[in-house]
Every structure is written in structure tokens, then in C-alpha cells.
């Protein structure tokens, strides 16, 4: 299925059917904690924020408006919710008195264990099914969609950089 220039060419169709498949793959990718976040009084902004909290403990809220991409305001009021509830911490720079550092609790720990098994379950289970080429290839076609800024945040975090 390769063209002459060594260019996969897909039709309409199979790009219309990947699009369809990548809505409910997040769907169902996301069900999981949608469920375990309801029961909170939480929605998919409160799970980016602590996700990223804690792959980069002490992440500044300026570094996590960026890797998020959402406005000051929207992330205060998440932010706001998640220390009131005890999940996150924030603590003033020692250097720059101006920045803050976020750090999540044992209970904020917590929480992100319950919602990250919930995912790793699921793409555990799917990875097994389509095997190592299959999982593989998934990565690059990701890799290959993000925009090149998010990309250098991705390739930035721990255990992404060059692999």
C-alpha cells in the first residue's frame, strides 16, 4: 500500500475511520477515572493537573499552564480545588519568591495511583492484544500528531527522552 514516493497513502475513508477510532479510544480511555473523578466532584482538568504534578514534582504553576495549555484563570480554580481538598501543595520558591511549586500529598498520591492503574489497565490489555510492532507504531503515529511544542514537553519528561 505504498506509493511510489514510499508514502503511505490512506484514503478518506481510513483516515475518517482512525479519527472515529481515536474518539472512542479516548472514551473509553478515559471512563475509568471519569468515574473514580465524579465520585470527587472532579473532571479531566483536575486529572491532567495531577498527573503532571506528579511526573514533575515541584513543576512551578507556570511550567504546568504551559505543558497544559489552558488559561491562568481555568488552572487557579483547579488548583484552587485540589489544595482547599489537600491533594496538592504550594510552596513558594526559595530563589524566586514569586513562583510556586506544586507538589502533590499522600492523599493527592493517592488519588493519581487509583486513576493511573485505571489507564495502565486498560492500555496494558490493549498493548498485549496488538502486540510490540502494533504498540510501537500507536507511539510514532502520537509522536507524529503533536505539535512540535507539546512534543519538546513530552520528549522533556522523565523517561521520554530519546527513545
Known sequence: MMSGEGRLFLTDEQLRKGIEAMFF???GFTADPDRILEEKGYGRAHHRAIHFIHRCPGTTVT????????TKQS???VLR?????????????TTD???RHLYLTEAGRELERQLSDAQ?????????????????GFRQVLEAMMDPQL????NAMEGNRDE
Open 81 to 93: 480545588a485540589l489544595i482547599e481538598d489537600g491533594l496538592v501543595e504550594s510552596r513558594i520558591g
Open 25 to 27: 479510544a479516548y472514551r
Open 97 to 99: 519568591r514569586r513562583q
Open 120 to 136: 495502565r489497565n486498560r492500555m496494558r490489555a490493549a498493548y498485549r492484544a496488538a502486540g510490540p510492532e502494533a504498540v510501537a
Open 75 to 77: 488552572l487557579n480554580r
Open 151 to 154: 512534543r519538546r514537553h513530552y
Open 63 to 70: 511550567n504546568l499552564l504551559s505543558i497544559l495549555g489552558v
